[in-house]
């Protein structure tokens, strides 16, 4: 198992960015691919992105690729999203996950085993 703590939050207004970290502890992050969610209010948690165990291969939800971009760094036990343009729709509350699933395109929270206790972004019109 992982611990996962979320860091990064806040208020940013539209066209903003902010970069999420996420800290892992425990044995042997770099064998787990990482993922971003967020749960917006009064709707279910949902798929934000993945980054695989090395860092090379990613995935994301249609809603934010081309804004966010997940990243690692193991030597840290780290994992990242910058998120850019921010738009209103983007405030939600955004959690880490890890996932001991090989491939880096998987998207279903079942699929992730560990999360952290999540960080709110939140974005001004």
């Known amino acids: 198992q992982v611990q996962l703590v979320e860091s990064g939050g806040g208020l940013v207004q539209t066209g903003g960015s902010l970069r999420l970290s996420c800290a892992a502890s425990?044995?042997?992050?770099?064998?787990?691919?990482m993922g971003w969610f967020r749960q917006a209010p009064g709707k279910e948690r949902e798929f934000v992105a993945t980054?695989?165990?090395?860092?090379?291969?990613?995935y994301y939800a249609d809603s934010v690729k081309g804004r966010f971009t997940i990243s690692r760094d193991n030597a840290k036990n780290t994992v990242y999203l910058q998120m850019n343009s921010l738009k209103p729709e983007d405030t939600a509350v955004y959690y880490c996950?890890?996932?001991?699933?090989?491939?880096?395109?998987?998207?279903?929270?079942?699929?992730?085993?560990?999360w952290g206790q999540g960080t709110q972004v939140t974005v001004s019109s």
């Open positions: 996950a890890a996932s001991k699933l090989f491939s880096h395109t998987i998207s279903s929270q079942s699929d992730f085993g560990s």
């Open positions: 425990g044995r042997a992050f770099s064998t787990y691919t």
């Open positions: 980054v695989s165990w090395s860092g090379i291969n990613t």
